[in-house]
C-alpha cells in the first residue's frame, strides 16, 4: 500500500532550528515535496527532492534518502511566522502524476 | 502571476442537493489537479487534466463527482447528488511541466453537506 508517516505535532522556540521527519513506503517514487499551509490558505511549495541528499533554500532546508525511503524538513531561525502545517507528499511513479500526502505536522513556534 | 483561484470558499448544501466547484489555475499552465481533504485524514488525489483531457481520475470517489474542464481553462467539479461523506476541503492545483517545478495550489473549497 501507500504511506506516508510524519509526527502529527511539534512545538519549538522562536529562532531554534526544528526537523521534521517523514518516512514513506510506496510502490513508485519520482521525487518527494515538501508544503507549508497556514490555516485556510493554500498549502505552499517548499521543497522538492528526486535525488539523495541535501537541498538548502535560505532557512529551509530538506533532505532524502530514498534507500531508507526516509526525508526531513529542517527549519532554521525560526520565527512565529513559521507556525503552520507542514506536508510531506511523494509523487507516486513515473507513470503518474499524482501527490500521496502525510497527514501533515502542525509546528508551533512560542515567543 | 495570479495565482490558482478557487470558488466558492465556503458551501454549505444539504444532502442530496447539487453543487459545482469551480478551479481556475495559472495562465499557461495545461495541468490541473482536484484534491480532497476530509475531516482529520490526509489530501487525496481526485483526478488531473492534461488540457482538456482527463488524464488520470483514479481518485474519483464514484459517479456522483463529474469534473469537466471545456476548453482547457478553468475545470469545474459537480456533486450530485451530495452526501454527508463529501464534506471536506476541495483543493485544485496548477503546473506547467507536470509538477518538477512545483505544482502551484489554491486555497481551497470548503464544503460542508448537512
Known amino acids: 500500500g501507500q504511506n506516508i508517516d510524519q509526527p502529527t505535532e511539534m512545538t519549538a522556540t522562536e529562532g531554534a532550528i526544528v526537523q521534521i521527519n517523514c518516512t514513506y513506503q510506496?510502490?513508485?517514487?519520482?521525487?518527494l515535496f515538501w508544503y507549508q499551509q497556514h490555516a485556510g490558505e493554500a498549502p505552499t511549495f517548499l521543497s522538492y527532492?528526486?535525488?539523495?541528499g541535501l537541498e538548502e533554500k535560505g532557512r529551509f532546508s530538506s533532505f532524502l534518502s530514498r534507500s531508507k525511503g526516509y526525508s526531513y524538513l529542517l527549519l532554521k531561525e525560526l520565527q512565529m511566522k513559521d507556525s503552520a502545517s507542514y506536508l510531506c507528499?511523494?509523487?507516486?511513479?513515473?507513470?503518474?502524476?499524482?501527490?500521496?500526502f502525510g497527514t501533515g505536522t502542525r509546528l508551533q513556534v512560542f515567543p | 502571476e495570479a495565482g490558482v483561484t478557487q470558488f466558492p470558499s465556503h458551501s454549505v448544501i444539504e444532502k442530496g442537493q447539487t453543487v459545482t466547484l469551480r478551479c481556475d489555475p495559472i495562465?499557461?499552465?495545461?495541468?490541473l489537479y482536484w484534491y480532497r481533504r476530509v475531516m482529520g485524514k490526509e489530501i487525496k488525489f481526485l483526478l488531473h487534466f492534461v488540457k482538456e483531457s482527463k488524464q488520470d481520475e483514479s481518485g474519483m470517489p464514484n459517479n456522483r463527482f463529474l469534473a469537466e474542464r471545456t476548453g482547457g481553462t478553468y475545470s469545474t467539479l459537480k456533486v450530485q447528488p451530495a452526501e454527508l461523506e463529501d464534506s471536506g476541503v476541495y483543493f485544485c492545483?496548477?503546473?506547467?511541466?507536470?509538477?518538477?517545478?512545483?505544482?502551484?495550489f489554491g486555497s481551497g473549497t470548503r464544503l460542508t453537506v448537512v
Open positions: 495562465s499557461g499552465h495545461d495541468n
Open positions: 510506496t510502490s513508485g517514487f519520482n521525487g
Open positions: 492545483a496548477s503546473s506547467q511541466d507536470q509538477g518538477f517545478s512545483g505544482y502551484t
Open positions: 527532492n528526486v535525488l539523495d
Open positions: 507528499a511523494v509523487r507516486g511513479g513515473y507513470n503518474t502524476d499524482k501527490l500521496i
